[in-house]
């Protein structure tokens, strides 16, 4: 019945919930005196097309009408999901023109609702009326929007008459199968040999196992890319887990890339490592240190290390064409890393991201802060990578070799690796509390990590420590973000790490949950020696971090200096996925969760998709882009993503060499800060972040899904 009703008209299950009333009020037309028109740059500045509900009222109800806005739900993330993967948000209404309820009958307060398509459960929000009202949160994907005139204002079952209704903007997500788009013409000629030329189509995923008519012959407009074996009889390494390494202030440390061999899910992979570790070494270094790092490339292809997040000199960026020129095949090159800032950052190539990270080119630096310990007595610190690797029956599905492939909505993985391995493993005792240092070192899938039967706490993100610790039932980690997570495992048995996700199956125009168990935290009993339960259970405020965050209140509410419009331009797409992604416009999910179409996904590449920085005061788009700035200077930035696009996508978005705080999501200001250097920036929504131009030099500003950053999307600022 539910998946009948999620495809039935939706004005025909709004028919059939409204009951037969007499007209209260005149019959003429209609006249709305609020609508979603005209919110966006407004109040909140999010695209009303995703965040904002139109009322409509009964026929009678002439004159009444409102908005709600879908707004961000209390979270230090900067989108707030549930633990199992549903959008959150605080639903402000906005209503004029209800009569007393007394003149509708028996009724004597106005109530709203909230309800699946099946129109059950029927949610309770809370009394409304004329004027403003924020209720929430809301944790449903589709969902209708109800208000009734009600005999008294506690009621908890709706009893009284329909006034107001709503659909939400996923309701507009039908499904569009295979048989509506156009035929597909004749495959375009790739000059590949046998037609197919070393591609591999990649796996179909579960929930949506349709092939699009017409696409199974077409192939990317690019080479197949493969890393080589390297000299005949020459001996690779087998990859093996990280290994920590401590350094002091002046050490030096070599970084060798290479190819090593790994095996993942019983296929041999020829993979990409630094120093035969995937992850690469864990580089532990005092607040205050300067280290040498001697980079040597072994690979197929020119490589450097970018130090993300970390505030060193502009030189040692990492950035090819900008700080440095590419270390080719067999060179070399000396970088000097200083450590201004604790917190937890990592390194990866800033040079075909898609291909030599995405292979195991990828490593943490854990700097310890001049302070006491950061965790307290008795507490393991443990820093994981999130990563998922594409794979198919053979081995990796290729990447392109002249220009990236999946360039639309970027390279999701099937297999998870945490610290680089597919089945993650760790022992702990009962009462045990952990503190997880997460990176996310994917390409494009942004996760929402839980534990089962563990309790979390968040301590820190990016660059320290938030002004206040808070309880979280899920981690919302975009690509080259971080964050400090403290679990206490207090039941023995088997405790697993989860990803869970409300991804779209497109073709049915539904939301499907994802849940995959990235690995299994086994809990022997007994109790934990030392016992740390109670300082586990004390929410600190880090009144020295509130202190020196203060003064950058002031910019809340101060319009922003420059703004950047993140937008796509496409060109040439094959015809078939095109008209697809046509028919796909009526909705955006926030966030693309899942690699649900990976033909679409697959296809598109970076001579087809152009993804765009633009700066609306002067059009410049990309490199195009002159900004400069003083040193010193305190730079609002507003990030607004244009969800009006061929296909709109979510942007993790990292600033080089700065840190910078996040002080609302689509006008919500944040209470709870922490210094960053990549923030998620949903489809449609708005962020505005103020950034602390401390450190000169000529930076990067870019898009950190690999493909996106490939085809186009980085742009340059000056720091004088």
Not at 340 to 347: A, E, K, V
Not at 440 to 459: E, H, Q
Request: aromatic share 8%; hydrophobic share 40%; proline share 9%.
């Amino acid at each position: 019945m539910r998946s009948l009703l999620v495809s039935f008209p939706i004005a025909v299950v709004f028919a059939l919930a409204l009951p037969f009333t007499a007209r209260v009020g005149p019959t003429r037309e209609k006249s709305v005196p609020l609508s979603c028109e005209g919110t966006d740059n407004g109040r909140t500045g999010a695209d009303p097309g995703l965040y904002c509900i139109e009322l409509v009222s009964t026929p009678d109800l002439v004159d009444a009408g409102g908005v709600v806005e879908l707004l961000p739900a209390p979270s230090p993330f900067t989108l707030s999901v549930s633990a199992e993967g549903h959008q959150r948000s605080d639903l402000t209404f906005r209503i004029a023109g209800l009569p007393d309820p007394a003149s509708l009958g028996d009724y004597t307060a106005y109530v709203a609702w909230v309800t699946p398509p099946s129109l059950t459960p029927m949610i309770r929000l809370g009394q409304v009326g004329n004027g403003e009202v924020r209720l929430g949160p809301v944790a449903l994907d589709k969902f209708l929007v109800l208000v009734s005139a009600e005999s008294v204002a506690t009621v908890r079952t709706r009893l009284g008459r329909l006034v107001l209704r709503g659909n939400s903007p996923s309701g507009l997500m039908v499904g569009h199968g295979p048989s509506m788009l156009p035929p597909q013409p004749v495959p375009r000629d790739h000059g590949h040999e046998h037609g197919q030329g070393g591609w591999v189509m990649p796996p179909m995923h579960w929930a949506a196992p349709t092939m699009i008519p017409g696409l199974e012959a077409v192939r990317p407009q690019a080479q197949p890319f493969l890393p080589g074996t390297g000299p005949d009889g020459e001996a690779l390494s087998r990859g093996v887990p990280h290994r920590i390494v401590d350094l002091a202030d002046g050490d030096t440390l070599t970084l060798e890339a290479a190819r090593t061999r790994r095996t993942i899910k019983g296929r041999s992979l020829l993979m990409y490592a630094f120093n035969g570790q995937i992850p690469g070494p864990l580089i532990r270094v005092p607040e205050g240190a300067t280290i040498v790092v001697d980079l040597i490339n072994h690979l197929d292809l020119p490589t450097s290390v970018h130090w993300h997040g970390v505030r060193l000199d502009n030189r040692f960026d990492g950035v090819p064409g900008l700080t440095q020129q590419p270390v080719p095949p067999g060179g070399r090159f000396r970088y000097r890393v200083r450590f201004p800032d604790p917190g937890i950052y990592w390194y990866h190539p800033h040079l075909r991201e898609d291909i030599e990270q995405d292979l195991g080119l990828y490593g943490n630096i854990l700097v310890r802060p001049v302070a006491a310990g950061s965790a307290g007595p008795g507490i393991r610190e443990l820093a994981l990578t999130l990563d998922d690797i594409l794979l198919g029956e053979e081995g990796p599905v290729p990447w392109g070799a002249e220009t990236p492939t999946h360039a639309l909505m970027g390279r999701f993985g099937n297999v998870f690796l945490v610290n680089g391995e597919p089945d993650y493993r760790l022992s702990v005792r009962q009462g045990e509390v952990v503190r997880f240092y997460f990176t996310n070192v994917s390409n494009v899938r942004t996760y929402n990590l839980s534990f089962d039967g563990a309790r979390m706490k968040l301590i820190g993100s990016d660059g320290g420590r938030f002004e206040r610790e808070e309880w979280v039932n899920s981690v919302v980690i975009a690509p080259a973000e971080r964050y400090v997570v403290e679990a206490r495992f207090e039941r023995s048995g088997v405790a697993p790490l989860l990803n869970q996700v409300m991804a779209i199956n497109h073709l049915a125009g539904t939301f499907v949950p994802e849940v995959d168990t990235l690995g299994l935290i086994q809990v022997s009993a007994g109790p934990e020696r030392p016992d740390s339960g109670s300082l586990f259970a004390t929410l600190r405020e880090n009144r020295d971090v509130e202190a020196e965050l203060e003064p950058y209140r002031a910019w809340l509410d101060r319009p922003p200096d420059r703004q950047l419009l993140l937008t796509l331009r496409t060109r040439g797409l094959p015809f078939g996925l095109e008209q697809l992604l046509r028919l796909d416009t009526a909705y955006v999910n926030p966030v693309e969760w899942s690699g649900t179409m990976p033909m679409m996904d697959w296809l598109s590449t970076g001579e087809e998709a152009e993804w765009i920085l633009r700066d609306p005061a002067t059009g410049r788009e990309n490199m195009d882009i002159d900004w400069r700035f003083p040193r010193g200077a305190r730079i609002k930035i507003r990030l607004i993503n244009d969800r009006h696009t061929l296909h709109a996508m979510q942007h993790p978005i990292h600033l080089h060499g700065q840190r910078f705080l996040v002080l609302a999501r689509n006008g919500v200001p944040l209470d709870n800060l922490v210094w960053k250097d990549t923030v998620l920036v949903p489809a449609g929504s708005v962020t505005d972040i103020l950034v602390e131009m401390s450190n000169p030099g000529r930076w990067m500003i870019h898009c950190h899904i690999a493909e996106h950053l490939e085809s186009g999307m980085h742009a340059m600022f000056l720091v004088d």
